[in-house]
């Protein structure tokens, strides 16, 4: 009897070892066969987001030469029938849903990724560049302590240098963000002294990014482009950092804000903007992904995104302001 039973405790704990055995192949199957997705599930779902864009709106600064642009409640293009008569603004009473139209006098306009082609015809336009423009190593070189001092300084190789002595060797491929602060100087709407704040952000002195630096960053460590926080990227009358970016087949980030929210080094950043054939420039949405101990965004467990929350303020279109506001 005592043999029955130790024979049947060891076939037990063979067959649980072989279906253990099974079971974890089997899992150890499923990361192999879908091992991004694994990624996601590990790191991705708890890291921090935190949002490097501007909101667009028809007020942001924007160069003289451009002029701002217009936002509209789209009107019916032709005669619907009893539906919709032709010049007719779609409205949720009435259609059931509500549409914007948006007259934008220039494609460099807030938040932006500017092509080469927006310089020289022989490089590639926004719809040219490739796919792999989705998700890089973030790196951010922080200057606002001296453009406090020094409101027109530019980032210099020294500070590469510093920064390259805290946290190691710029990866290639990487963007490279340059934090002034500056984008705290962005107007938005309700602010004393809206018009003159706006003009202040995009008149000199601002800060900038050196000739000697942007060579540097391309030519010594190989990065995808830089990005900095005013609309232009340096102060000279011919801006000579944009002419070479530009004439060389590099891409550069204006108009980025919260940097000052992510770290100099770790996270990655996710690039995002419409897909214009010919376009010459790019409005754009960059997203930092920090790691999940980041005091700063948020992560995919608190702000899932299906379903969204519903708003006890209904959105309406707000004459004043030429926008649909809550």
């Known amino acids: 009897m005592k043999r029955l039973v130790l024979g049947g405790?060891?076939?037990?704990?063979?067959?649980?070892f072989f279906y253990a055995h099974q079971g974890n192949a089997q899992m150890s199957s499923a990361k192999s066969q879908y091992p991004l997705w694994q990624v996601y599930n590990d790191y991705f779902v708890n890291a921090k987001y935190v949002d490097l864009t501007h909101n667009m709106t028809p007020h942001i600064p924007v160069w003289p030469g451009f002029g701002n642009a217009r936002f509209e409640p789209t009107r019916a293009g032709r005669d619907l029938g009893d539906y919709a008569k032709k010049g007719e603004v779609?409205?949720?009473e009435?259609?059931?849903?509500?549409?914007?139209?948006?007259?934008l006098p220039t494609?460099?306009?807030?938040?932006?990724?500017?092509?080469?082609?927006h310089w020289d015809p022989y490089y590639p336009t926004i719809d040219e560049l490739p796919a792999t423009y989705t998700i890089r190593p973030l790196v951010v070189i922080n200057i606002a302590d001296k453009v406090k001092e020094n409101p027109g300084y530019h980032l210099q190789v020294s500070d590469i240098l510093e920064w390259e002595k805290k946290h190691g060797k710029i990866p290639e491929g990487a963007v490279v963000m340059v934090r002034s602060d500056w984008y705290k100087r962005w107007p938005k709407l309700g602010d004393p002294d809206f018009d003159k704040k706006k003009e202040r952000f995009a008149n000199k002195p601002f800060p900038g990014v050196s000739l000697e630096a942007l060579k540097f960053l391309h030519e010594e460590r190989h990065i995808l482009f830089?990005?900095?926080?005013?609309?232009?990227?340096?102060?000279?009358?011919?801006?000579?950092?944009?002419?070479?970016?530009?004439?060389h087949g590099y891409c550069q980030a204006e108009g980025v804000a919260n940097l000052d929210k992510v770290p100099e080094a770790g996270a990655l950043i996710a690039i995002g903007y419409p897909k214009f054939q010919g376009g010459t420039g790019g409005y754009a949405?960059?997203?930092?992904i920090c790691p999940p101990d980041w005091p700063y965004g948020v992560s995919i467990k608190e702000a899932f995104g299906a379903p969204l929350p519903k708003s006890d303020k209904p959105l309406h279109w707000d004459d004043k302001v030429g926008m649909r506001v809550r």
């Open 9 to 16: 405790l060891v076939v037990l704990a063979v067959g649980w």
């Open 90 to 92: 779609f409205t949720y």
């Open 226 to 247: 830089h990005g900095h926080e005013p609309l232009d990227t340096d102060t000279t009358p011919t801006l000579v950092g944009e002419y070479w970016l530009m004439h």
């Open 94 to 103: 009435k259609h059931g849903f509500v549409a914007t139209a948006y007259w």
């Open 107 to 117: 494609d460099q306009y807030g938040t932006q990724l500017d092509p080469p082609a």
């Open 285 to 288: 949405r960059y997203i930092a």
